[in-house]
């Protein structure tokens, strides 16, 4: 059993920055990545980024790359997301998941939260 809870989300101006976190509570430790997806209503949940656990590796859809860092903060079991230079664009629901491999696909990861709002005003 898995538990991921996100926080972090809100109300945030263009050019702002958001710092998403997701902190994961598991029985037996089958955890190998977690990631991070969005999803607007009518529309499918779009990748934002992945890491490994142990923090190696990193991924990132293009639309994020370059203003966004994915990370984990060990002491806290807690993967964060730090969003820059944030636009209208970015405005969705963040899903945390967790899975077994880093990858951008959602149907790899078992597990989700159940999402934090994020809204950018122009």
């Known amino acids: 059993q898995v538990q991921l809870t996100e926080s972090g989300g809100g109300l945030v101006q263009a050019g702002g920055s958001l710092r998403l976190s997701c902190t994961r509570k598991e029985e037996s430790f089958t955890t190998s990545a977690m990631a991070w997806f969005r999803q607007t209503p009518g529309h499918d949940r779009e990748f934002v980024a992945a890491?490994?656990?142990?923090?190696?590796?990193?991924e990132y859809a293009d639309s994020v790359k370059g203003r966004s860092t994915i990370s984990r903060d060990r002491s806290k079991d807690t993967i964060i997301l730090q969003m820059n230079n944030l636009t209208p664009e970015d405005t969705a629901k963040y899903y945390c998941?967790?899975?077994?491999?880093?990858?951008?696909?959602?149907?790899?990861?078992?597990?989700w939260g159940q999402g934090t709002q994020v809204i950018v005003s122009s």
């Open positions: 998941a967790q899975g077994l491999t880093v990858s951008n696909m959602d149907f790899t990861y078992k597990n």
């Open positions: 890491i490994s656990w142990s923090g190696e590796t990193t």
